[in-house]
Nanobody, 125 residues
């Protein structure tokens, strides 16, 4: 069964940076688009970014565009989320997941499965 494991979260000051990693297992990783989502306290899970299986297409949420970058290296079964200029509003648990249908990239979590356990990001002074 395909699994994803997130890491790289932590406590960072406003304006700081973090790089999250999402490592996959199984043979499907290199042939599957992957998305990052986040869930802030008391709010629904929201889309952050997604990347196609060859890395030749990305979709980034408006709220983080220009600050967050998604990339992947299939040889390492890894997708990264580089987060710069962090603000307290970025505080959340961040999850990655496989996109399970569709040829394009989608911000709707209904298109995704095999969610990891999440990694906590806290932006605070």
């Amino acid at each position: 069964q395909a699994q994803l494991v997130e890491s790289g979260g932590g406590l960072v000051q406003p304006g700081g940076s973090l790089r999250l990693s999402c490592v996959g297992s199984g043979r499907t990783f290199s042939k599957t688009s992957v998305g990052w989502f986040r869930q802030r306290a008391g709010k629904e899970r929201e889309f952050v970014a997604a990347i196609k299986w060859l890395g030749d297409g990305q979709l980034v949420a408006h709220a983080v565009k220009g600050r967050f970058t998604i990339s992947r290296e299939n040889a390492k079964n890894t997708v990264w989320l580089q987060m710069n200029s962090l603000t307290p509003e970025d505080t959340a648990v961040y999850y990655c997941a496989y996109q399970t249908s569709g040829l394009d990239l989608y911000p709707d979590p209904a298109y995704y499965a095999s969610w990891g356990q999440g990694t906590q990001v806290t932006v605070s002074s």
